[in-house]
C-alpha cells in the first residue's frame, strides 16, 4: 500500500479526471447481466433471451398505467403523503406517511428521548401556540 501513492500522480497525469476512466457503471450493469444467467453452458443466448424479455415487459406495461401496477408506476415505499391517516385531535399527528421497519418491535425512551418528543409536539403544535406565549 505504501508503493500506490507514487502511481497515481502518473495515472492522473495521463489518465485524466476519474470520471472518464471510471468502471462502476459498467461493472454494475455486468452484474446485472450475469444475473439473467440461467444456461452456463451457453450464457450468452440466456444473457440475450433474458433481457429482450425484460424489455418487453417493460413496454408492456407501459400499456396498462393505471390499471395494473407495474414496476414502472409503484408508488415507493415511504412516500409521503399515500400512507395513514390518523386524526387524533391535534394538527401535529394529522401528517400523512408509512411506517419504517417493522411494528412488533418496541422500545422504552429514554428521558432524553422522551423530554426531545416532549419539546418538538409543544413547540410545533399550532393548538398549543396560544399557552406557549
Known amino acids: 500500500m505504501e508503493h500506490l501513492p507514487i502511481h497515481l500522480p502518473y ?5 485524466g479526471p476519474m470520471q472518464f476512466r471510471w ?3 459498467f461493472e454494475r450493469r455486468m452484474h446485472g447481466l450475469k444475473s439473467f444467467v440461467k444456461n452456463k453452458g451457453r450464457p450468452e443466448g440466456s444473457i ?8 418487453i415487459s417493460y413496454f408492456i406495461s407501459l400499456y396498462f398505467q393505471g390499471e395494473v401496477e407495474t414496476r414502472g408506476d409503484r408508488i415507493p415505499r415511504n412516500l409521503v403523503g399515500l400512507g395513514l ?10 401528517n400523512h406517511g408509512k411506517p419504517i421497519g417493522s411494528l412488533q418491535q418496541q422500545r422504552v425512551l429514554t428521558t ?9 409536539v409543544l413547540m410545533n403544535c399550532e393548538e398549543l401556540k396560544g399557552w406557549i406565549e
Open 48 to 55: 440475450c433471451e433474458n433481457y429482450i424479455m425484460s424489455e
Open 23 to 25: 468502471m462502476y457503471p
Open 11 to 15: 495515472e492522473a497525469k495521463v489518465g
Open 112 to 120: 432524553e428521548e422522551r423530554n426531545a418528543a416532549m419539546y418538538y
Open 85 to 94: 391517516s390518523v386524526n387524533i385531535g391535534l394538527s401535529i399527528f394529522n
